[in-house]
Structure formats: C-alpha cells, structure tokens
C-alpha cells in the first residue's frame, strides 16, 4: 500500500535551516505530483510547497517564498523540503503529500491529494 514516512523535522532557533524527507512507497513515485503542507496549533492544516512529477515546476505559498525549496529525486522515491532562515511562526506538524492524478500541473489544494504521511514536528525557538 502506499506509503509516505516523513523525517528531518526538529527543535531549530530562529534563522536556523533544516531539511525534510519523505520517503514514499506502493506507487509509482516518479509520475504524481507531491506536496508539503502544514498545520500550526489550533490552526487549519495549509499548503506550504508543491512539485510536478518531473521536478519541473513548483509552487510555493507566499509566506514561505525565498526560504523553502522543494525538490524530488525520482530514482530515491524522495522528497524534500529545504527550509532556510526560519522563523517561529514556521512552527507546525508538517506533513508529505502524494497527488490523487497521474501526471499534469503542480496541484495546491488539499483535496487534490489522496495520500498522506504521518506528519514531522518543526519548532522554531525565537
């Protein structure tokens, strides 16, 4: 069945990086679009970051623009999330996403997405 196991999360202080993985199995990686979203205490779950099946294109919420950089490595079945210059409202459960279509455009909505992780802890101290 389908997998995706988040990691890389943790305790950072502000202006810190880390870098997220995802590690994804029972389908075929390299054709679907995948997202990162995210969800703070006592706030909706929020779309942070996507990428099309090849890598090609990205999407990014404004908030996170300049700082974050998805990428993909298809022969990995990975998926990343490099968060630089990170800052306390950053803090959240972040959570890896596989598209519910085969190929087309980066998709940014959460219905768009059938298969989800479990989630990584992100805390940024000020």
């Known amino acids: 069945q389908v997998q995706l196991v988040e990691s890389g999360g943790g305790l950072v202080q502000a202006g810190g990086s880390l870098r997220l993985r995802c590690a994804a199995s029972?389908?075929?990686?390299?054709?679907?679009?995948m997202g990162w979203f995210r969800q703070a205490p006592g706030k909706e779950r929020e779309f942070v970051a996507a990428?099309?099946?090849?890598?090609?294109?990205?999407n990014y919420t404004d908030s996170v623009k300049g700082r974050f950089t998805i990428s993909r490595d298809n022969a990995k079945n990975a998926l990343y999330l490099q968060m630089n210059s990170l800052k306390p409202e950053d803090t959240a459960v972040y959570y890896c996403?596989?598209?519910?279509?085969?190929?087309?455009?980066?998709?940014?909505?959460?219905?768009?997405?059938?298969?989800w992780g479990q989630g990584t802890q992100v805390t940024v101290s000020s």
């Open positions: 996403a596989a598209s519910g279509t085969a190929w087309g455009n980066v998709r940014t909505l959460q219905y768009e997405y059938h298969y």
């Open positions: 029972g389908f075929t990686f390299s054709k679907y679009c």
């Open positions: 990428i099309s099946w090849s890598g090609g294109r990205t």
